[in-house]
């Protein structure tokens, strides 16, 4: 639940005596409220902040005829609640990771593309938005999709996600889990401890000063709500308290959610959840985790349940950007929504 911020106002009245008497005003509670929608419907994308814009790239969208994966970019500014479009990616990729660097250049790091393969190729191109457009980068070690990217100190963090579990590359069953942590700086990539769970489709963030990974899930098994910290000065991870099940459908908060910063709260939303024979469904919750209780609380719910949106923060306000309104494919949305703290 929500604090309710309250204030106390006092006045006087009479001529020769003020009598006091207090009124309690109470604030509207925080909610999600629509911005401009995308131009275009997408979903498994991530998204970055650069310059005071959301940055948006990628993506993929579930038609009649088969996946269509996008090649667009797209730049979001707040103050207009107006999108414009960027240059496109040098070839289509969905579930590009998009991290913009602490001088602001976005990169964006692998994901998947259509080869002779299959349409789950998972890609080790890495590029970065320059005065041109895109422009080639040094590539990953490896394959490493649908991990959480952060920057932290100038650093590209890519951590967890899903890899080739051997020599075929092309579907989406010739990939597994891994808990790999690379770390690109001054123009190479090393490794750093890997994170304690082999998982994907997580969430991430940067918050006082250490970087949070939280959700996923497992090829093999379904959503965890597992919360991990590291800290990069150490190179060491803990675990603490995770996501809640969810209470609409008590089901675990996890794979395909998305999450931001804001203030000292961290702010988790969306997701999906399987069940048996295909069924499923997608979380429409938000959760905060306050770092200093170690403890989450149940936040305003979105207007439209989604998975693989994208989240971004800006000054006091996360955004929810796109992703799909039912579980899987099938039916990619393009909008916005805005929460304030």
């Given at each position: 639940?929500?604090?309710?911020?309250?204030?106390?106002f006092?006045?006087?009245?009479?001529?020769?005596?003020?009598?006091?008497f207090?009124?309690?005003?109470?604030?509207?509670?925080?909610?999600?409220?629509?911005?401009?929608?995308?131009?275009w419907?997408?979903?498994?994308i991530?998204?970055?902040?650069?310059?005071?814009?959301?940055?948006?790239?990628?993506?993929?969208?579930?038609?009649?005829?088969g996946?269509?994966?996008?090649?667009?970019?797209?730049?979001?500014?707040?103050?207009?609640?107006?999108?414009d479009?960027?240059?496109?990616?040098?070839?289509?990729?969905?579930?590009?990771?998009?991290?913009?660097?602490?001088?602001?250049?976005?990169?964006?790091?692998?994901?998947?593309?259509?080869?002779?393969?299959?349409?789950?190729?998972?890609?080790?191109?890495?590029?970065?938005?320059?005065?041109n457009?895109?422009?080639?980068?040094?590539?990953?070690?490896?394959?490493?999709?649908?991990?959480?990217?952060?920057?932290?100190?100038?650093?590209?963090?890519?951590?967890?996600?899903?890899?080739?579990?051997?020599?075929?590359?092309?579907?989406?069953?010739?990939?597994?889990?891994?808990?790999?942590?690379?770390?690109?700086?001054?123009?190479?990539w090393?490794?750093?401890?890997?994170?304690?769970?082999?998982?994907?489709?997580?969430?991430?963030?940067?918050?006082?000063?250490v970087?949070?990974?939280?959700?996923?899930?497992?090829?093999?098994?379904?959503?965890?709500?597992?919360?991990d910290?590291?800290?990069?000065?150490?190179?060491?991870?803990?675990?603490?308290?995770?996501?809640?099940?969810?209470?609409?459908?008590?089901?675990?908060?996890?794979?395909?959610?998305?999450?931001?910063?804001?203030?000292?709260r961290?702010?988790?939303?969306?997701?999906?959840?399987?069940?048996?024979?295909?069924?499923?469904?997608?979380?429409?919750?938000?959760?905060?985790?306050?770092?200093?209780?170690?403890?989450?609380?149940?936040?305003?719910?979105?207007?439209?349940?989604?998975?693989?949106?994208?989240?971004?923060?800006?000054?006091?306000?996360v955004?929810?950007?796109?992703?799909?309104?039912?579980?899987s494919?099938?039916?990619?949305?393009?909008?916005?929504?805005?929460?304030?703290?």
């Open positions: 639940m929500y604090p309710i911020d309250r204030r106390v006092l006045a006087a009245a009479g001529a020769s005596a003020a009598v006091p207090a009124a309690c005003a109470q604030e509207p509670a925080p909610a999600w409220s629509a911005r401009e929608s995308m131009p419907p997408v979903q498994e991530y998204a970055t902040v650069s310059k005071g814009r959301i940055v948006i790239a990628g993506g993929l969208v579930g038609r009649p005829d996946l269509h994966i996008e090649d667009r970019t797209a730049f979001y500014s707040p103050a207009a609640d107006q999108w479009l960027g240059p496109s990616l040098p070839e289509p990729r969905h579930h590009p990771m998009l991290i913009a660097n602490g001088d602001g250049r976005v990169y964006a790091l692998g994901g998947y593309g259509r080869t002779d393969a299959g349409d789950w190729t998972s890609m080790t191109d890495v590029w970065t938005l320059g005065t457009g895109w422009e080639e980068a040094p590539s990953l070690p490896g394959p490493q999709s649908e991990a959480v990217g952060v920057a932290f100190e100038g650093a590209l963090h890519l951590i967890t996600g899903r890899a080739p579990r051997g020599s075929a590359n092309g579907e989406w069953s010739d990939q597994r889990d891994i808990a790999t942590h690379r770390v690109f700086l001054g123009g190479s090393e490794t750093a401890r890997p994170n304690p769970m082999a998982r994907n489709s997580a969430a991430g963030a940067v918050l006082n000063g970087i949070w990974v939280a959700g996923g899930r497992t090829v093999e098994g379904s959503g965890t709500g597992r919360l910290r590291y800290d990069p000065k150490r190179d060491r991870w803990d675990t603490l308290a995770p996501i809640p099940r969810s209470r609409a459908s008590d089901n675990q908060v996890g794979g395909g959610l998305a999450m931001a910063a804001v203030g000292d961290l702010v988790a939303f969306g997701g999906e959840w399987f069940a048996g024979r295909g069924d499923g469904g997608v979380f429409r919750e938000t959760w905060i985790y306050d770092p200093a209780a170690d403890a989450w609380s149940a936040g305003p719910a979105m207007l439209t349940p989604r998975h693989g949106l994208a989240a971004a923060a800006i000054g006091d306000t955004y929810a950007v796109a992703g799909g309104a039912v579980a494919g099938g039916e990619a949305t393009g909008i916005v929504e805005a929460l304030t703290l």
